[in-house]
């Protein structure tokens, strides 16, 4: 993990301002499709960049278990609280630097509502081959994985929309 490499470019760049309109107006939301959504068969892919709100490129790769709906709409939560859960991969790449974080995780009935809990291994063969095959291109283009865990070191006197001074994190300031 390069989680020493990222400390040092958020503290670097802190000094040099913020990236918000320039990554809106500069750069391509699709900027990564091409080279992320071959082998898709059998999985589902969104697309979550939006650099109002965040400094990273964010997807999800779901199983495809068939949801009639959009992933994100009512009826598709309860698709999925009918079955129990959905595993996905959850995948960020800073725009403003060249770290990435993939993490394995599942949506989970919690009553009513789903809730995101972390696994270990995927059940889901499919997903598990795309999680290392999207390691491996992010590689090849020279991002270097960190671990989110380790990047939720506070940093001093930073603001960051959205969040409350104590709050802001080396994590949040690569990829939120």
């Known amino acids: 993990m390069d989680n020493n490499l990222a400390i040092e470019f958020v503290n670097r760049t802190l000094k040099e301002g913020v990236y918000g ?3 809106r107006k500069y750069v391509n939301i699709d900027t990564w499709d091409h080279i992320l959504t071959n082998n898709l068969d059998g999985i589902k892919f969104v697309q979550l960049t939006d650099f109002n709100y965040s400094r990273c490129f964010s997807y999800y ?6 949801l009639k709906q959009d ?3 009512p009826e598709a939560k309860k698709e999925v609280i009918n079955r129990g859960y959905i ?3 959850n995948l960020s790449i800073s725009a403003i630097s060249s770290f990435y974080i993939i993490e394995k995780a ?3 009935a919690d009553g009513d509502k789903l809730k995101i809990e972390d696994i270990d291994e995927f059940s889901n ?4 081959k795309k999680f290392e095959e999207l390691k491996l ?11 989110s865990d380790e990047l939720r070191i ?3 006197n930073v603001p960051l929309e959205d969040y409350e001074d104590d709050q802001v994190t080396y994590f949040s300031y690569l990829f939120e």
């Open 137 to 147: 291109k992010i590689s090849e283009e020279n991002f270097m994985l960190v671990n």
């Open 106 to 108: 599942r949506y989970v």
């Open 61 to 66: 790769f779901m199983e495809d278990i068939e």
């Open 154 to 156: 506070p940093l001093k």
């Open 125 to 128: 063969v499919v997903l598990k």
């Open 87 to 89: 595993e996905f991969i």
């Open 71 to 73: 992933f994100f709409s």
């Open 21 to 23: 309109y320039t990554l």
